[in-house]
């Protein structure tokens, strides 16, 4: 299973579309926030089931701040992230997620790409396709993979 995992495109769908273009339709895709708008659009260019939540700019939407859902033997917890601070790092989130009984947060806002995997929470932010702020300023997305035993496998990829 590939799910595809992105967030804070501002409307600016372009990289976006030419991903999902270029690498196929994944299994799922998880938006964390900041369509501004786009949800019809990138619900509608994934050809795939699509969880999204809504970001600090995401001010007149239907979409969920908050989505919990479960990814074969794993318990997903989706949030922008910015009710948690995780512009000052990421711990009171990871606190959080564990608190919550997920066993992975995923989580955009700081448009920096994270992928944190330790015994008891693994925490992943895939940056931002549109507006990178990462150093090289790249945009980025991640790439969840389930193998055939069902583990996760992360992999944070630049375009």
């Not at 994934?46 to 809504?54: F, K, L, S, T």
């Not at 959080?96 to 989580?107: K, M, P």
């Amino acid at each position: 299973m590939r799910i595809l995992i992105v967030s804070d495109t501002h409307r600016k769908n372009d990289n976006l579309i030419r991903l999902l273009q270029e690498a196929g339709s994944p299994d799922m895709l998880i938006h964390c926030g900041d369509v501004e708008g786009s949800e019809y659009t990138i619900s509608e260019c994934a050809g795939c089931p699509v969880e999204m939540v809504a970001g600090n700019n995401d001010f007149f939407t239907d979409l969920p701040r908050e989505r919990e859902f479960t990814i074969g033997r794993y318990q997903i917890w989706l949030t922008h992230g910015h009710s948690y601070y995780v512009s000052m790092g990421n711990e009171t989130i990871k606190r959080e997620a564990v608190a919550r009984g997920a066993d992975i947060v995923i989580y955009g806002h700081t448009h920096k790409p994270v992928v944190e995997v330790e015994q008891n929470i693994i925490a992943v932010n895939p940056g931002s396709i549109s507006y990178p702020r990462q150093q090289g300023r790249r945009p980025s997305y991640v790439l969840m993979e389930l193998d055939e035993k069902g583990a996760a496998h992360f992999s944070i990829h630049f375009l």
